[in-house]
């Protein structure tokens, strides 16, 4: 069955920076598009950003964009979301998902993780 890993994150100050990874098995890797999403104490599960299968098409929730950088490598089934100067307000669980088509919507997404949680001190 098809499994996703969120792992790498962790208690930081604001201000710092963490690598979260997701390894994925059970699936074509290479064929699904992949994203992260988050969802912080009493909110709704909202995006983060998204890759399409090859890389080319990157997309990013605007408070993240120039301090978020999601990225994968096919041939060892994994994706990666760098946290730079991580803010307060980016704590929460942080999930990754898989969809066979593109896109943004929480949703179009078929496959979830369990989540990884990032706290943010100020």
């Known amino acids: 069955q098809v499994q996703l890993v969120e792992s790498g994150g962790g208690l930081v100050q604001a201000g710092e920076s963490l690598r979260l990874s997701c390894a994925a098995s059970?699936?074509?890797?290479?064929?699904?598009?992949m994203a992260w999403f988050r969802q912080g104490p009493g909110k709704e599960r909202e995006f983060v950003a998204a890759?399409?299968?090859?890389?080319?098409?990157?997309d990013y929730e605007d408070s993240v964009k120039g301090r978020f950088t999601i990225s994968r490598v096919n041939i060892k089934n994994m994706m990666y979301l760098q946290m730079n100067s991580l803010q307060p307000e980016d704590a929460a669980v942080y999930y990754c998902a898989a969809a066979k088509a593109y896109g943004l919507g929480r949703d179009e997404y078929d496959y979830w993780g369990q989540g990884t949680q990032v706290t943010v001190s100020s």
């Open positions: 890759i399409s299968w090859g890389g080319a098409s990157r």
């Open positions: 059970g699936l074509t890797f290479s064929r699904y598009a």
